[in-house]
């Protein structure tokens, strides 16, 4: 059943038609390459293979997929379809801008809807990706620094944050420090206090953070980091939590990154294509990458190349134009207050979920959670069971695993996003499963270790797969 | 709103069991100071927005409709009906990253297969599951030599795109790096001797570059490496590949290129895939999420995320890159692409766009007054030198529904005259002629 | 129980050196490798490589962690064991035999003072379990 499609291939089969060459040749004066190895399947083989292999695949249209700070939430599908318009699709970049008007309209009228959303005043759409977000801003905040003549090489992160923001903090050559979280779950007031510094650019913050809470003194944190002389990021992982409650902006953060195949409903396609655009304040505005997307008096629009204080290009061309074409259109969808809707019925599923669960799993912090809450699995280690386990035990009824062991800072952490896309009904069954799983890991303990028992492939021994990594056939 | 499943009664009924009444009180740990205004975006039906798209849409003049000699980076080829409709499964686009190998099997065997694929098109012995794009992967390429050679200085060819090279300054400005531009050859090639004496972490070559002029790869491979530093191959377009030797047997010691060619779309520019590739003793300095085989629990062979150490969740800080995802779909479509298209087909493809170009070379270069910018050897993409400046031959083109290429002068001041060209297997004949007949026609109304 | 063997020498961070003249054999300890769980990399250091006591020596990684071993005490790499990068579970099966990492040559020998001997390790152990 697993067979590569190398394992398909047969000499004398072909997959491919084309017409035959209408021109002389010319004999090429290099020597062309001999045999590359690429397979040779017939269509209706090359069909069946990439279909069976959808068939073991997880996915939102076919389950629930609580994965926190992932926002896996129904992906439209007329937003498909209208990505697939060869109007929009067979786009050349390098096109005259007058054949691009329509394509330069959505993105001009998607940034400025960012804009509202965020309390922003410009964006980007040029990163592919919320870590390429990450960098993008961070980047634009050392260049607003460096033209101040501010020499500021340090980025606070709290130990609740996501890998990717001291990873990204690290790639603009700054060092990062870390900042605890308090008992609430949020920054801790006086931890940060005693790492600011005159030596800060910048405080990366996610908001609600992984552990799903909102963090109450946002105005307090934005107050001392700005009196520092440092600047605040937004990492918008998260944004589905407060979506037209409260925006980025008006709490003082000056840098934002948005994840469109989170919040705005893009799909997450495996891994990718997603986006990243990358909003801030006026004053940040000089340093955004180019071409920006601009209107002239008489309404044309146009690339603006010419921005002498831009921290240049992070991404060939716009970015991800067709995951961009889907955020709008999900936008105009929902409308304002289907926004904020959305988020009323995404912090209502997760709230409504904790309450199903609390009891059954310890809760580090309870309190009202945003659209996620973290549970822990450390009692389990009473009977040697791991969050694995946990995770695993739920691919047999039917779910997807949440995110585990993550935040760092909750032991055997389960971080779960049920997201407004899912009914009532779901979440009953989704803490059904969990209830009993716990159960389970009290009275068969070895039904956890084992699991899962029916999926597709068994467990996987990743111990040996790392110790000697095959990566290709 | 269609999109959720939530009813009033279901609302009420939750908010009661939280011992709540209204939805409100969930957001009671929000500053009232800083509550957001209600946004002002109206709400548009399905078929509303479908029609608003539609209009959109027909404010741009798509491929379809005009014959484009555009390429630069991007290219237009024909992609089989399959590939739409094998990636446009649900199963494929809507799931996440492939964190639950035992539920994702699907996207991971993909995945393994596409590496597979990268390592037989570019001469590798290890390939990544993918990156955001060419421009990128170049950059993250000299960051992994960096690492490796800890050398601080990179050259790299001024014949580069010109995208990548402005992507590789963002990236590195705050790194100390020393970067070091190559000049190009009256033949359109990188000068070699132009190297100064450094100790290079690496030197960056795209082939064919960005002039669509065939570098001396083998030579550049070997000047560098008697500097102990790396050879990064790039390209950006993948179907060079099938003709071309493989860069590994060339020396390479990193390829990163852009795989748009193969089976995506143009879209604007985005999404597009970002191809790479190292040898074997690099493979834990490579950035990204890579795939490897595995053993289930009964002995069944599966797939997995490997090396995870290197990455972000785990190193943090130090991880080889700050990248959390791939372009998983991207290069699924370039999967299914190369498994239709087969030996045959990619290399028949790869000749056609050869031919194709070099047939329509030699036509124009017959023209009074037009000429071939380089000497040197082309695949698929070449630069000529028009009597004057090109806009408006390239209006005069527009007019009869021709895209007739990228005028160089936005990128190379110097190259005012100057327009690329590309040609791929779309063109059928007749286009190319009329091409050739018009040119002759603006070069007829000039005088 | 005591698995940790007398003659050798240890640090609060759960490294061992077996110390003979101007040399220094260094792994990991038993506990280290149990908290790790298996060790699918041994990232070895190159040859020459010199390291103050204290400083990361190198990395040791199962399959979602990676971590620094420290060096014990000053010096310079002189010997490396190549086995592990064939079968890094030799860590897991011998933490003290077949399972050693590098040999150091030791640059100042008063530092070794400061080290643990197996009884305070196991103390300190029960510390910290």
Redesign the interface.
């Given at each position: 059943m697993?067979e590569?499609?190398?394992e398909k291939?047969k000499k004398g089969?072909?997959?491919?038609?084309?017409?035959e060459?209408?021109?002389?040749?010319?004999p090429?004066?290099?020597?062309?390459?001999q045999?590359?190895?690429?397979?040779?399947?017939s269509?209706p083989e090359?069909?069946r293979?990439?279909?069976l292999?959808?068939?073991?695949?997880?996915?939102?249209?076919?389950g629930f997929?609580p994965?926190g700070s992932?926002t896996?939430?129904?992906?439209?599908k007329?937003n498909?379809d209208?990505a697939?318009?060869?109007?929009?699709?067979?786009?050349?970049?390098?096109?005259?801008e007058g054949?691009?008007?329509?394509?330069l309209?959505?993105l001009y009228h998607l940034e400025r809807?960012l804009a509202?959303?965020t309390?922003m005043s410009r964006f980007t759409f040029q990163p592919?990706?919320?870590?390429?977000g990450?960098?993008t801003g961070l980047?634009l905040i050392?260049a607003y620094m460096d033209e101040r003549g501010e020499k500021k090489d340090t980025v606070l992160i709290p130990d609740s944050a996501?890998?990717?923001n001291?990873?990204?903090?690290?790639?603009?050559?700054?060092?990062?420090i870390e900042v605890k979280s308090d008992q609430r779950g949020g920054v801790d007031l006086e931890d940060l206090k005693s790492k600011l510094s005159p030596k800060v650019m910048a405080l990366m913050l996610t908001n609600p953070n992984t552990l799903g809470?909102?963090d109450?003194n946002?105005?307090e944190v934005s107050r001392l980091v700005h009196e520092a002389g440092g600047l605040l990021y937004y990492d918008g992982a998260n944004l589905n939590g407060?979506c037209?409650?409260?925006?980025p902006g008006?709490?003082g953060f000056d840098v934002v990154h948005l994840n469109l195949h989170k919040t705005f409903?893009a799909?997450?396609?495996?891994?990718?294509?997603?986006a990243g655009p990358v909003g801030v304040k006026e004053a940040l505005v000089p340093y955004l990458?180019?071409p920006t997307v601009e209107r002239n008096p008489e309404g044309k629009f146009y690339l603006q190349?010419e921005r002498p204080k831009s921290?240049?290009?992070?991404?060939?061309?716009?970015?991800?134009?067709?995951?961009a074409?889907k955020a709008y259109?999900y936008?105009?969808?929902?409308?304002?207050?289907?926004?904020?809707?959305?988020t009323?019925?995404a912090?209502?599923?997760a709230?409504?979920l904790l309450?199903l669960l609390r009891g059954h799993y310890q809760l580090p912090y309870d309190?009202?959670c945003k659209h996620e809450f973290v549970l822990s699995t450390s009692p389990l280690k009473e009977y040697n069971l791991k969050v694995t386990d946990v995770?695993?035990r739920l691919?047999d009824y039917g779910f997807?695993?949440p995110?585990i062991?993550?935040p760092l800072i909750v032991e055997g952490a389960l971080m779960i996003e049920p997201t407004?896309?899912?009914?009532?009904e779901?979440l009953e069954a989704f803490a059904r499963a969990l209830i009993q799983i716990e159960e389970e890991a009290r009275t068969n303990p070895e039904l956890l270790r084992?699991a899962?028992h029916n999926?597709?492939?068994?467990?996987?021994?990743?111990?040996?797969?790392?110790?000697n990594?095959?990566?290709?056939? | 709103m269609r999109y959720l499943p939530l009813t009033d009664a279901d609302r009420k009924e939750m908010l009661a069991s939280l011992g709540m009444e209204s939805v409100e009180e969930l957001f009671s740990d929000i500053p009232p100071e800083v509550r957001s205004p209600a946004l002002q975006i109206t709400s548009l039906s399905e078929p509303e927005l479908e029609k608003h798209i539609k209009e959109l849409g027909e404010k741009n003049r798509d491929l379809a409709e005009l014959q484009s000699f555009l390429g630069g980076g991007i290219y237009q080829h024909f992609i089989p009906h399959a590939v739409d409709h094998l990636s446009g499964r649900v199963e494929f686009y809507t799931a996440y990253t492939p964190y639950q190998a035992e539920v994702s099997q699907g996207t991971l065997q993909a995945i393994f297969e596409y590496q597979t694929l990268v390592s037989l098109l570019t001469g590798m012995e290890v390939a990544n599951a993918s990156m955001y794009d060419g421009a990128s992967a170049v950059a993250e390429a000299a960051l992994m030599a960096r690492s490796i050679t800890g050398r601080k200085a990179l050259a790299y060819s001024a014949a580069l795109h010109p995208q990548y090279q402005r992507v590789l300054r963002t990236y590195t400005q705050h790194l100390g790096l020393d970067l070091v531009e190559l000049p190009w050859t009256e033949k359109g090639q990188t000068d070699l001797d132009a190297l100064p004496e450094k100790d290079f972490s690496a030197l960056i070559l795209q082939n064919p570059n960005y002039f669509g002029v065939l570098e001396p790869v083998a030579e550049a491979s070997r000047v560098i490496h008697e500097r102990g530093g790396l050879f990064i191959y790039s390209f950006s377009e993948a179907v060079s590949l099938g003709l071309l030797p493989p860069p590994g047997s060339l020396g390479a010691d990193i390829v990163a290129g852009e795989g748009q060619s193969l089976g995506i779309p143009p879209s604007f520019g985005g999404p597009g895939l970002g191809i790479f590739a190292t040898r074997e003793q690099f493979m834990r300095r490579m950035p990204g999420r890579i795939i490897g085989e595995a053993r289930d629990a009964e002995g069944k062979r599966a797939f997995v995320m490997v090396l995870q150490t290197r990455e972000q969740h785990i190193r943090r800080e130090k991880a080889t890159s700050n990248i959390c995802s791939n372009q998983a779909l991207c290069a699924l479509r370039a999967l299914i692409y190369l498994s239709l298209m087969g030996e045959k087909g990619f290399r028949a493809v790869a000749e056609q766009c050869y031919h194709k170009a070099h047939y329509l070379s030699q036509a124009l270069e017959e023209i009074p007054g037009v000429k071939l910018r380089f000497r040197g050897e082309f695949f698929n993409e070449f630069v000529l030198t028009l009597p004057q400046e090109p806009e408006g031959f390239l209006n005069f083109l527009l007019k009869n529904s021709i895209l007739g290429g990228i005028p160089l002068k936005k990128y190379y001041p110097s190259l005012k005259q100057e327009v690329l060209v590309t040609v791929t297997e779309v063109h059928p004949k007749e286009n190319l002629d009329k091409l050739v007949h018009l040119l002759k026609e603006w070069r007829g109304g000039l005088k | 129980m005591s698995v940790n063997p007398k003659e050798l020498k240890y640090t609060r961070e759960h490294e061992w050196a077996l110390i003979e003249g101007n040399r220094a054999k260094v792994g990991i300890t038993d506990f280290a490798q149990s908290h790790l769980g298996d060790i699918v990399y041994v990232d070895l250091p190159p040859l020459g490589k010199e390291v103050k006591k204290g400083e990361t020596l190198l990395v040791v990684e199962s399959v979602k962690t990676a971590s620094d071993v420290y060096a014990p005490l000053s010096g310079k790499v002189i010997e490396i064991n190549n086995a592990l990068s064939k079968a890094p579970e030799k860590v897991n099966r011998d933490p003290y035999g077949e399972g050693w990492m590098v040999i150091m040559e030791i640059k100042d020998p008063k530092e070794a003072e400061e080290l643990l001997n197996s009884e305070d390790y196991e103390s300190y152990l029960s510390t910290i379990s």
């Open positions: 697993s590569l499609i190398f291939s089969k072909t997959g491919f038609s084309l017409p060459l209408d021109v002389p040749q010319t090429p004066p290099f020597e062309v390459r045999e590359i190895g690429l397979p040779e399947v269509e090359v069909v293979h990439f279909t292999l959808s068939q073991k695949n997880y996915s939102v249209d076919t997929y994965l992932c896996m939430k129904y992906n439209p007329i498909e209208l697939r318009m060869k109007e929009f699709a067979l786009l050349h970049p390098e096109q005259p054949t691009l008007q329509g394509a309209e959505l809807y509202e959303i309390g592919a990706a919320g870590a390429h990450e960098l980047l050392r996501h890998g990717t001291p990873a990204s903090a690290a790639l603009t050559g700054c060092q990062v809470l909102f109450e946002i105005l407060i037209g409650y409260v925006r008006d709490t409903s799909p997450h396609g495996g891994g990718g294509p997603g990458p180019v190349w921290i240049g290009m992070v991404r060939s061309f716009l970015g991800n134009f067709l995951v074409l259109a936008i105009l969808t929902m409308g304002g207050e289907g926004l904020k809707r959305m009323e019925d912090v209502l599923n709230n409504y309450h309190r009202i995770a695993k691919l997807h695993a995110t062991a993550f407004e896309t899912e009914s009532k779901t084992e899962p999926t597709p492939v068994r467990r996987i021994d990743e111990v040996a797969a790392n110790r990594p095959i990566l290709k056939k | - | -």
